[in-house]
Structure formats: C-alpha cells, structure tokens
C-alpha cells in the first residue's frame, strides 16, 4: 500500500512540474571565434511526419528553430559574418501513450549549413544531418511526454536540442571560425556531455525493473510486521 501511495504522489509531483523545461542558455556558451551570425534561415519544405506523432506545420517548426537559433547564437560578437541554414527534414511529436508502459518519444531530424558571408560560400560538400532527441527529463520520465508536455512544449524542447546540437558539429570544425583547437576540443567534450546527459534516452525496463524490486522489498517488510 505505501508503495503504490509513493508511486501516485510520485506521478501528481510530476505532472505537476510537466510545464517546467530547462532553458539551455543557463549553460556557459563557449568560445566561437570570430563568428558572428547574419542570416539565421530555417526552410521546412517536404517534412515528413514520422507516426506516431501529434500534428505541426512548417511554420510553426521555423518558427521554433528560428528563435533557438537566435537564442544561442545572437550574442556572438565576432569579427566575420556567418549564416546558418536549417532544414527540417522530419519530426515525431510523442502523443499521450500509456504511463510507463508505451512512453512515445519526439523526435527531429534536420540538415544543417553554415555559410561564409564573405566568401559566399558555404563550409563543407555535404549538409550535416542530425537526429535530435527530446530525451527525459523529471516531469516525463514515467508519464511519457505525450501526457507531460503540450505539443509547444515538445517542440521547444526539440529546437533547443537542436540547436545545441549545431554548435556542437560548428565546434568540431574549429578552422571555420579560428577557434584555438585547443579550446575547441575542451568546448566540444563539455557540450557532447551536456548533449548526451540531455537526449539519452531512458531505459524503461531498467527502471520499472528497480520499481519492482523496491515493491517487493516494501511487499515483505509489511507481511515481516504483521507477523510480529
């Protein structure tokens, strides 16, 4: 009975804190040279919708990235213009599913560019195609996503994601931007640990394997009492 209890009280505090989701900027942005952002252009033109997933435009996905793209990036005062070019190329909003039993998770892939002003060109042959997990955070981890945040909420989460995940790749080409290589590397090994520690994903079975473990350790200690 306790257990079952802790488990409610667990699930009302969580989906009480669902609307609660971690601002990336409370991060240290590391050094990036002398870059400086100009155009920040999001296309989403030919997404697909990966089932099983709530429902998002194009608009609405530009919109999403293109504000998390200028929340990371616009306060970089550098000495030389970049653009940064985004396309949406599918996505997975997670819907509500059963709590712990079906968690969906969102999912967003994009290719990403980033062009040289005054070269006009841009820095590579092929854009980078990222997978960009919304990961689980306290609020999600045994209701789901789908039942813990709002459609806005997963889709804010995702862009940030994102975004985080394009200067990761920015920052293992050091030489686009004159960054010491030095400081480039520490840079990329602190934010790929803060990028793995937010979009790993759960392993449910491991969890509800612990949860059971704890139910029957409690389950024998009560019958030990009422024994006594």
Not at 45 to 70: C, K, Y
Not at 118 to 129: F, M, N
Not at 138 to 160: K, N, P, W, Y
Not at 192 to 217: C, G, K, R
Request: aromatic share 6%.
């Amino acid at each position: 009975m306790r257990t079952l209890i802790r488990f409610a009280l667990l699930g009302l505090v969580l989906v009480l804190g669902a609307c609660a989701a971690t601002d990336p900027l409370e991060e240290d942005l590391p050094d990036m040279g002398d870059f400086r952002l100009s155009y920040n252009i999001v296309v989403a033109d030919n997404m697909q919708q990966v089932p099983p997933s709530r429902e998002a435009s194009g608009e609405e996905w530009i919109e999403a990235l293109t504000a998390e793209i200028d929340r990371r990036f616009g306060a970089y005062e550098g000495d030389r213009l970049y653009h940064i070019a985004i396309h949406v190329d599918a996505y997975a909003l997670a819907p509500p599913g059963i709590p712990v039993v079906v968690q969906p998770r969102s999912i967003l892939v994009i290719s990403a560019n980033v062009w040289d002003d005054e070269l006009q060109a841009k820095l590579h042959d092929e854009s980078e195609q990222m997978t960009i997990f919304e990961g689980a955070a306290a609020e999600t981890f045994l209701v789901g996503s789908g039942l813990a945040r709002t459609r806005e909420e997963q889709m804010q989460v995702l862009a940030r994601n994102a975004a985080r995940r394009v200067q990761l790749w920015m920052l293992q080409n050091p030489d686009w931007f004159s960054i010491d290589e030095e400081a480039a590397e520490r840079a990329q090994e602190e934010l790929a640990e803060t990028v793995s520690e937010i979009e790993q994903p759960v392993d449910l079975s491991e969890a509800a394997a612990e949860a059971e473990l704890d139910a029957n350790a409690d389950i024998e200690a009560e019958a030990v009492v009422a024994e006594d």
